[in-house]
């Protein structure tokens, strides 16, 4: 999966890793996720998500790449 960023997001992930909290961009977007899931589930109770899908949307969902690849800006 590749995953499109404004040039401040890639700023603020960049300013994470020099400082030295994290090792790579995935580990930012991890923890980021992490934290989302975790204000997703307060608002939405556990379950409720899933049956927003149809089973065919899931399986779509469950095959798609679990890689977000953030570009450099040499990529952009």
Request: charged content about 30%.
């Amino acid at each position: 999966m590749n995953v499109a960023l404004t040039a401040h997001w890639e700023g603020f992930i960049r300013q994470l890793i020099d400082s030295g909290r994290y090792n790579n961009a995935s580990e930012v977007v991890r923890t980021a996720l992490r934290k989302l899931q975790e204000t997703e589930g307060e608002i939405f109770p556990a379950g409720s998500l899933k049956n927003l899908y149809s089973k065919e949307e899931n399986a779509a969902e469950s095959k798609l790449a679990k890689r977000v690849r953030i570009p450099k800006p040499d990529e952009v």
